[in-house]
T-cell receptor
Framework: DADVTQTPRNRITKTGKRIMLECSQT?????MYWYRQDPGLGLRLIYY???????NKGEISDGYSVSRQAQAKFSLSLESAIPNQTALYFC????????????FGEGSRLTVL | AQSVTQLGSHVSVSEGALVLLRCNYS??????LFWYVQYPNQGLQLLLK??????LVKGINGFEAEFKKSETSFHLTKPSAHMSDAAEYFC???????????????FGQGTILTVHP
């Protein structure tokens, strides 16, 4: 089983719909992240969380929200999806205090029509 | 502030040829530097990382990278390409500030490596 699991892996939705992407991890890491990947742009940070009570905006948080339900779970929501949120979304985890290595899930591909 | 520039969005080599993927960074504090690889339909996995120890870093699958502070570069190389190396490669930087890192990696745009028989 994967250490970082994302669901769903693929989702097609319509403009204006609410979407939730879920992430769970079994690595015991305290830090969790959501990134968005677009062709030619690399990965950009949406939100990150150092623990259950600590949530921080990344560089592209507009239009997104997150919830850290437990140390092992971090979900990303699009309250009202729009077509330019069509992208590949990655959840990642990291142990606090280490030298910065992230462990990634396999990604959730979202298409907004 | 930190940023990464990967020179060349696509690199094509023949099997057995040298692989060179270029990465230049900008950071206001000493950096940690990383190379990640992404195979089709998979997440990113770490190839190697520089964390202020040896400047020549060896990673998995025969890849290595050299940290050159004077050139602000961290180019990825492999002496002999294999078909299985075809993937997208990402360079990333994070701040090494006071021995801690928030894990806020800043990624380059990615380089797609194609290996021809």
């Amino acid at each position: 089983d994967a250490d970082v699991t994302q669901t769903p892996r693929n989702r097609i939705t319509k403009t204006g719909k609410r979407i939730m992407l879920e992430c769970s991890q079994t690595k015991g890491h305290d830090r969790m992240y959501w990134y968005r990947q677009d062709p030619g742009l690399g990965l950009r940070l949406i939100y990150y969380s150092f623990d259950v009570k600590d949530i921080n905006k990344g560089e592209i948080s507009d239009g997104y929200s997150v919830s850290r339900q437990a140390q092992a779970k971090f979900s990303l929501s699009l309250e009202s999806a729009i077509p330019n949120q069509t992208a590949l979304y990655f959840c990642a985890t990291k142990r606090g205090g280490s030298t910065g290595e992230l462990f990634f899930g396999e990604g959730s591909r979202l298409t907004v029509l | 502030a930190q940023s990464v520039t990967q020179l060349g969005s696509h690199v094509s080599v023949s099997e057995g040829a040298l692989v060179l993927l270029r990465c230049n960074y900008s950071s206001s504090v000493p950096p940690y530097l990383f190379w990640y690889v992404q195979y089709p339909n998979q997440g990113l996995q770490l190839l190697l990382k520089y964390t202020s120890a040896a400047t020549l870093v060896k990673g998995i699958n025969g890849f290595e990278a050299e940290f050159k502070k004077s050139e602000t570069s961290f180019h990825l190389t492999k002496p002999s390409a294999h078909m299985s190396d075809a993937a997208e490669y990402f360079c990333a930087v994070s701040a090494n500030a006071g021995g801690t890192s928030y894990g806020k990696l800043t990624f380059g745009q990615g380089t797609i490596l194609t290996v021809h028989p």
